[in-house]
Nanobody, 128 residues
Framework: QVYLVESGGGSVQAGGSLRLSCAAS????????MAWFRQAPGKEREGIAA????????YYADSVKGRFTISRDNAKNTVYLQMNSLKPEDTAMYYC?????????????????????WGQGTQVTVSS
């Protein structure tokens, strides 16, 4: 069992930056991958970034590639999403998710159903 808590959301003007954090806690778990998803009102959930723990390989959706960076601090059991050059279309609720069973390794894209553990979300609002 793993518990995820996101923080770092807020309001920023277009072109600005934010760093989201996702702190993992629990016992007897091994992370296979960690990911960030987002969902804007009226839109489908979008998987935007992932970090595969054993290989340190990262994945980014085209919509954020070159602007967002996912990273981790093992000592703090925390995954980060550094978001630069933010655009109004980045406005959404951002969720951290964890895969403990390897489901996420079977697909080349990020699917929410491959991640069994989710945080409560943190809101990001980008104004023009």
């Amino acid at each position: 069992q793993v518990y995820l808590v996101e923080s770092g959301g807020g309001s920023v003007q277009a072109g600005g930056s934010l760093r989201l954090s996702c702190a993992a806690s629990g016992s007897d778990y091994v992370l296979v991958s960690m990911a960030w998803f987002r969902q804007a009102p009226g839109k489908e959930r979008e998987g935007i970034a992932a970090l595969y723990i054993s290989s340190d390989i990262t994945y980014y959706a085209d919509s954020v590639k070159g602007r967002f960076t996912i990273s981790r601090d093992n000592a703090k059991n925390t995954v980060y999403l550094q978001m630069n050059s933010l655009k109004p279309e980045d406005t959404a609720m951002y969720y951290c998710a964890a895969d403990l069973f390897g489901s996420s390794l079977s697909h080349s894209n990020l699917r929410g159903e491959d991640f069994g553990y989710w945080g409560q979300g943190t809101q990001v609002t980008v104004s023009s």
